[in-house]
């Protein structure tokens, strides 16, 4: 089984929710984007993802004002979601069989939908975004996606632009536009459109972009029927450092054997 649950928590069975996911892109924005979210607001740790396709992590981290362990893949809860947060990575080689395990621990606990937080390079930026006055939010859904959006508005996408109706005339830069990391895979692979997933996206530096996962959070939050019952965030480098501001005191790394 892939969630270890802890002990005497209450969780929210998992078919009345959606899945927000850590898509692992450029930037660290998805992992950053969560952790600022976690910090900022009060999301409860229900559990633990077990993978033999991800590195084993263990951090020591005063996350949420308390210090604790936070481990390489942990599940949260807040509000309608499931929040799946992974603080490493695929082992080499190990994406193909990462990807069908999500694939499986999604359909297997019936989520609504599957939300991925990702980011696009910035080295790619199209001429378009270069001079826009303030930096873009993108969103990708596929036709699963767009039918439960029409029935039940997961998200209010009105500050997001939709990747599907950016005009094809350079294949190339569309591509980019389908993201870095996980949510890339999911837009391309047939096998899993037979459930509904979107990717919400947003240009990111290399290394760990604090302030690009701090506009994609704003904009994520802004998406939300209940907006007020999330905490707001600043732009300010300074103050999103002091929002995440959690040590990390050590890490392990343990190898795949």
Sequence with gaps: ?????????????????????????????????????????????????????????????????????????????????????????????????????????????????LIFLSSLPISDRPDFEINSPTPNTYYYGNPKFEQLQSKEQILNLSQFKNINLIKREDQEIHDVLYGSGLSYHFSKRKEFADFSFCALLIYAQPGSDLVGAARLLQQFIHAQADQAAYKPLTFQEKDITKNISYSLDSVVILHDE
């Design 1 to 113: 089984m892939s969630f270890q649950p802890i002990q005497g928590v209450q969780v929210t069975p998992f078919n009345q929710t959606y899945l927000v996911f850590n898509s692992l892109s450029r930037g660290e924005v998805g992992r950053l984007c969560l952790d600022l979210l976690i910090n900022n607001n009060d999301v409860r740790k229900i559990g633990y993802y077990r993978s033999k396709f991800i590195a084993d992590k263990v951090q020591i981290s005063n996350l949420q004002g308390k210090y604790q362990l936070l481990l390489s893949a942990e599940l949260y809860q807040y509000k309608q979601y499931t929040f799946l947060q992974i603080r490493s990575g695929c082992f080499e080689g190990r994406k193909k069989q990462f990807l069908e395990e999500i694939h499986d621990f999604v359909s297997q606990n019936s989520f609504k939908s």
